[in-house]
């Protein structure tokens, strides 16, 4: 099945920093590929999500790189606030579901 | 977009008891995916719910730890079944769009069992 790898499973940025969180896949069957945050006590909300015939999606301070050769995608946020500060998770589909990498717990520090 | 209202959103249980989880839509959708989270780990699937037939679970997921109802197109339920300390977890309800589209989660079942 499809296995997803998330690096780093924790990261702590200065306010204003930029942050970088990348995951590789294994299904190369795989097409679509959300990022989600999740905040204590939240269930995961999506933020941006990338499909296999683009290679980079912006949504303001937020974007997506993806990589199908290679099999990995990023998510990058510029200009980072503390209320950027979450669990952030990366996916990538099955066919039918998601899978999920492990996590990066993000912090943001004034 | 889907809404989705998970109840109870949390609960402390006794070990050897079983609380069923419920979870309703304010649309219809076809699928609905149960996913298990564990305390700092990510999400796992635990089975996927079609209206009208059995739900398929993941390996190392039963149907008799984990029994799953569909009755209609907006509501599912998730009973733990004989729990014990290690089932404490957050269980989470999905919906998506279908045809990889955004996945919506429950706000999730936070489960402590004593």
């Known amino acids: 099945g499809e296995n997803v790898e998330q690096h780093p499973s924790t990261l702590s940025v200065q306010e204003g920093d930029s942050a970088v969180i990348k995951c590789t896949y294994s299904d190369s069957a795989s097409n679509y590929f959300p990022w989600y945050k999740q905040e204590l006590g939240k269930g995961p909300q999506l933020i941006i999500d990338?499909?296999?015939?683009?290679g980079e999606k912006k949504d303001q301070r937020i974007a997506v790189t993806l990589n199908k050769t290679a099999k990995h995608f990023s998510l990058h946020i510029t200009e980072t606030q503390p209320e950027d500060s979450a669990v952030y998770f990366c996916a990538a589909d099955s066919g039918y579901a998601l899978n999920f990498g492990k996590g990066t717990s993000l912090l943001v520090t004034p | 977009s889907a809404v989705i209202s998970q109840k109870p959103s949390r609960d402390i249980c006794q070990r050897g008891t079983s609380l069923t989880i419920q979870c309703q839509v304010d649309s219809q959708v076809t699928m609905m995916f149960w996913y298990r989270q564990q305390p700092g780990q990510s999400l796992t699937l635990i089975a996927t719910a079609n209206q009208g037939s059995e739900a398929t679970y993941e390996s190392g997921f039963v149907i008799d730890k984990f029994p799953i109802s569909r009755p209609n197109l907006t509501f599912s339920t998730l009973t733990v079944s004989n729990m014990s300390p290690e089932d404490s977890s957050i269980y989470l309800c999905?919906?998506?769009?279908?045809?990889?589209?955004?996945?919506?989660f429950g706000q999730g079942t936070r489960l402590t069992v004593v």
């Open positions: 990338i499909r296999s015939n683009v």
């Open positions: 999905s919906v998506d769009g279908g045809g990889n589209t955004e996945a919506f």
